[in-house]
């Protein structure tokens, strides 16, 4: 079965400075990986996915990441922060085709002056 | 295009009530599905519909729980009767399939009291 590690409950940055958030899976083949992101109050939006080719993703908002097979990994990055981009980050994993997405527990971003 | 609609926003209920919630998704998506989101965590699938047809609820409390999807587009969730740990946010998602990703809802917060 499929699984999603987010190791970092709660991440605390300075406006301006780089970020990355780290998400691990377990999936036997290549699996369909997402970034999600929940403000507070809504639904989840779609940051980014991956599921071939380049193994390094660009997304909305200016973030990215990167699919490193050999550490099962699909970490994601943004080089500035911005005070809007505080909010709750979810990683998440399919197998393709119309089966379900396994989500991990989330991060929760703070963003400082 | 629209997003997913979904209804209430919020719904305050003591123990032991029923409660319903309702989805629209967005037109000409055949896939829906229903997450629930405890406080702290990440969604949890409920159950998957394949247009009106049900493709996996093996997660879903048939006990108390019950969802339909009528005419293969919008869909309800039920809860009868509820306890307190059903207290969460349940999100409707759609998609065209897991390669596309989903898009949410932004859910339902129920609150048992």
């Known amino acids: 079965a499929q699984s999603v590690t987010q190791p970092d409950i709660h991440i605390t940055v300075s406006e301006g400075a780089s970020l990355e958030l780290r998400c691990n899976y377990s999936?036997?083949?290549?699996?369909?990986l997402f970034w999600y992101v929940q403000s507070p109050g809504q639904g989840l939006q779609l940051l980014l996915k991956?599921?071939?080719?380049?193994?390094l993703v660009q997304g909305i908002k200016g973030f990215e990441a990167e699919f490193k097979r050999s550490q099962s990994s699909f970490n994601l990055r943004k080089p500035s922060v911005h005070w809007s981009d505080a909010a709750e980050y979810f990683c998440?994993?399919?197998?393709?085709?119309?089966?379900?997405?396994?989500f991990g527990k989330g991060t929760r971003l703070s963003v400082i002056a | 295009e629209a997003g997913v609609a979904q209804s209430p926003r919020y719904k305050i209920i003591e123990k032991r009530q029923s409660v319903a919630f309702w989805c629209n998704p967005i037109?000409?998506?055949?896939?829906l599905y229903w997450y629930q989101q405890i406080l702290g965590q990440g969604p949890k699938l409920l159950i998957q519909?394949?247009?009106?047809?049900?493709?996996?609820d093996s997660q879903l409390p048939k006990d108390r729980f019950s969802a339909e999807r009528l005419k293969g587009v919008d869909s309800t969730l039920k809860i009868q009767p509820a306890k307190l740990e059903d207290s969460a946010v349940y999100l409707c998602?759609?998609?065209?399939?897991?390669?596309?990703?989903?898009?949410f809802g932004s859910g339902t917060r129920l609150t048992v009291v």
């Open positions: 998602a759609s998609s065209l399939g897991t390669g596309n990703g989903y898009t």
């Open positions: 999936y036997g083949a290549t699996p369909y």
């Open positions: 991956y599921f071939s080719g380049d193994t």
């Open positions: 998440a994993v399919g197998e393709g085709g119309n089966t379900p997405l396994v």
């Open positions: 037109s000409g998506h055949a896939t």
């Open positions: 519909f394949q247009n009106n047809g049900v493709v996996d």
